[in-house]
Structure formats: C-alpha cells, structure tokens
C-alpha cells in the first residue's frame, strides 16, 4: 500500500512529479464544466485537498491559470493533468487517477451538473450542484 502515516502519495506518467498529501481523503467529486470537459477530455474526477500538498519535480510542472480564481498544472514532460489549484486559499483539486493507491475511495458528489452534456450520465447516486451552487458556496461572506 502506497499510502502514507497522514495522506497519500501519487505521480505523473512519467514519474517525473510526485506528490504527497498531508491528509487522508477518500472522497472523490466530479466537474462537468465545460472548461474541467475541454481540460481533461472527460469529466474531471477530483479529491479536494484542504490542507498543502507537496510536489517533487517542481520544476516538471507547468501552470495555467485558467480563470481569475484557479490554476491548472501539469507535467510538462508527459502531460498528465495533475491539480486545479484555487488561488485565493491555495488549495489543490488533484486528479484520484495520479494517486498511487486508489482504493477506499467513494465517489460523492457532482458539481456544474447544468453543464454535463445529455449524452451520458453516472450511475452512481450523489449529491448535485450547479454552477450558481458552486459559486455561491465559495463566495466570500458578508460580516454584518
């Protein structure tokens, strides 16, 4: 088992980047956004790391930001599509395929589901959210 003390650890095609979490997740989500869909060739399976994440072969990595709010990383040896990262609180968004032990992991949510194309669907039951959700949910609070 590939997995650390307080995470889990993972790697791009070629080897060239390698991760490890600092917390243990087991839950996956998916994007149906259009750009997550242009991005990836596919919907993009995600696990939400909140806490950091650390990189070797750093300087494998190329960064894209994509929006006002996030960035998009990849090995720019061998292309695998590594995290989405929010700029505002740092997080990552990493791909559960590039992890080194993918057991134990459950699918359990689905957000821009207003954008997934008609053409295919899930069979598995979870959680939806639409854009304006998603938005909404990460927006900053007003004190008052």
Known sequence: MNTQKNGRTGRCLCGEVTFALTEDIDEVG???????RRWAGAPWFAIHCKKPVSFDGEQHIVRFQSSDWAERGFCGNCGTNLFYRLLASGEYILSPFTLDDQSELSFTGQIFIDEKPEWYAFANETPTMTGAEV??????????
């Not at 998916?30 to 997550?36: A, D, G, I, Q």
């Not at 938005?135 to 004190?143: H, T, V």
């Open 30 to 36: 998916v994007c149906h956004c259009e750009m997550c």
């Open 135 to 144: 938005f909404a949910m990460y927006a900053p609070k007003e004190e008052g």
